[in-house]
């Protein structure tokens, strides 16, 4: 089974910029498609990318396209969530999960995530 944990938040100022990690433990990382969700205070979690397997194929949240920009290196079994040009509304936990192939439904419980808090 695929372990995942997530690094890289914290504070910003808006218009700043920071990279997420994901950390996978365990064997098929490569296998899987993976993506990025967020959950602000009060919301339902929400999507925000995915790639697959490789990596050439990503889909985008309507809020983050062009801003935002998802990544994985197999060989070092971590995926990123590159962010750029942030706003005080991406404030969120974030957290990220294997996906299945077909429908790119997350696989594993979630995690405890990563807390991004963006400052006007």
């Known amino acids: 089974q695929v372990q995942l944990v997530e690094s890289g938040g914290g504070l910003v100022q808006a218009g700043g910029s920071l990279r997420l990690s994901c950390a996978a433990s365990g064997r098929m990382f490569d296998k899987y498609a993976m993506g990025w969700f967020r959950q602000a205070p009060g919301k339902e979690r929400e999507f925000v990318a995915h790639?697959?397997?490789?990596?050439?194929?990503?889909d985008y949240g309507d809020s983050v396209k062009a801003r935002f920009t998802i990544s994985r290196d197999n060989a070092k079994n971590t995926g990123y969530l590159q962010m750029n040009s942030l706003k005080p509304e991406d404030t969120a936990v974030y957290y990220c999960n294997i996906l299945t192939v077909v429908n790119y439904t997350p696989i594993n419980s979630w995690g405890q995530g990563t807390q991004v808090t963006v400052s006007s």
């Open positions: 790639c697959n397997w490789s990596g050439y194929r990503t």
